[in-house]
């Protein structure tokens, strides 16, 4: 149950796009449908943006999404804003019938 | 609206036990599996423990607390508890229940979270 790797930071200027990987093995990111994206802003709880790896919950805006290309998967968010300034996790649904987060990435928009 | 609450949390002497509780509203509870994820402080996120709709049919912790924490649920009060036995210093985390979504395995609603805080 090692954690999945994200890179710690990502930034960007508003408007511009920025992507987040998360990296897992074949026993979980690369052999799971349930690949899943949280937002987190500080001292609030996690939300759910993007799950069954590129699928977009109602209410969840357009500018965020999804993919999965073998062991890694991404979140891409298009047309950075202010309120995109956040902590992001993956989580993948693992063989072992558990779930697994990522190691967490914190996004600046500069 | 779909809401969960925690409770239970506070400050335990380590190998001291707690239970925490998670109650539910604003949908069918006894039809969905719940889920408890934690954060300790500064960190990220980790799953801990899930329970299926109907209660001792599938239940799945993570390795760090296996034999120390049960998880279990009781429909009738729409409510979901974690009790936690011989906690350590590292088991310090914000505790959050997290409601499964029945299309897919991922966490679409959570609570706002209890604060468990283990020191001496």
């Known amino acids: 149950q090692s954690a999945l790797t994200q890179p710690a930071s990502v930034s960007g200027s508003p408007g511009q796009s920025i992507t987040i990987s998360c990296s897992g093995t074949s026993s979980d990111v690369g052999g799971s449908k349930y690949v899943s994206w949280y937002q987190q802003h500080p001292g609030k709880a996690p939300k759910l943006m993007i799950s069954?790896?590129?699928k977009r919950p109602s209410g969840v805006s357009f500018r965020f999404s999804g993919s999965k290309s073998g062991n890694t998967a991404s979140l891409t968010i298009s047309g950075l804003q202010a309120e995109d300034e956040a902590d992001y996790y993956c989580s993948s649904y693992a063989s072992s019938s558990t779930y697994v987060f990522g190691t967490g990435t914190k996004v600046t928009v500069l | 609206e779909v809401q969960v609450v925690e409770s239970g949390g506070g400050l335990v002497n380590p190998g001291g036990s707690l239970r925490l509780s998670c109650g539910a509203s604003?949908?069918?509870?006894?039809?969905?599996?719940m889920n408890w994820v934690r954060q300790a402080p500064g960190k990220g996120l980790q799953w801990v423990s899930s329970?299926?709709?109907?209660?001792?049919?599938?239940?799945y912790y993570a390795d760090s607390v296996k034999g120390r924490f049960t998880i279990s649920r009781d429909n009738t009060k729409n409510s979901l508890y974690l009790q936690m036995t011989s906690l350590r210093v590292e088991d310090t985390a914000v505790y959050f229940c997290?409601?499964?979504?029945?299309?897919?395995?991922?966490?679409?609603?959570w609570g706002q979270g209890t604060l468990v805080t283990v020191s001496s």
């Open positions: 997290a409601r499964e979504s029945r299309d897919g395995f991922h966490l679409d609603y």
């Open positions: 604003g949908f069918i509870f006894g039809a969905y599996a």
């Open positions: 329970i299926s709709s109907g209660g001792g049919i599938s239940i």
């Open positions: 069954d790896v590129s």
